[in-house]
Nanobody, 119 residues
Framework: VQLQASGGGLVQPGGSLRLSCAASGSINMLNTMAWYRRAPGRQRELVASIVPGGSTRYADFVQGRFTIYRSGKNTVFLQMNELKPDDTAVYYC???????????????WGQGTLVTVSS
């Protein structure tokens, strides 16, 4: 499974960005899709996740500013509004793909896309 993430860039405080991540390759069935981030000098942390039924989970720091959603079975987006300098980080796409016997799932990470929030 390959993950192609895009959408990062430089944005001013208060601005918006939309990240996208498309999964391709030998996919069985994707379970959780999520976005993580790693800010300079900090550990990687969960930003948001979504499961096939549509339930979502957000980190406390999101505070209603971000929305995660899926398009079709294999693409996930993260709409980020009201961006703050503290949101500056490399954002990573993450997916779980069920094994063919559905006994477990395999984890995959995208290459990361840099989001810089600065005036």
């Amino acid at each position: 499974v390959q993950l192609q993430a895009s959408g990062g860039g430089l944005v001013q405080p208060g601005g918006s960005l939309r990240l996208s991540c498309a999964a391709s390759g030998s996919i069985n069935m994707l379970n959780t899709m999520a976005w993580y981030r790693r800010a300079p000098g900090r550990q990687r942390e969960l930003v948001a996740s979504i499961v096939p039924g549509g339930s979502t989970r957000y980190a406390d720091f999101v505070q209603g500013r971000f929305t995660i959603y899926r398009s079709g079975k294999n693409t996930v987006f993260l709409q980020m509004n009201e961006l703050k300098p503290d949101d500056t980080a490399v954002y990573y796409c993450y997916v779980e793909d069920w094994a063919t016997d559905y006994s477990t799932f395999h984890d995959y990470w995208g290459q990361g896309t840099l989001v810089t929030v600065s005036s």
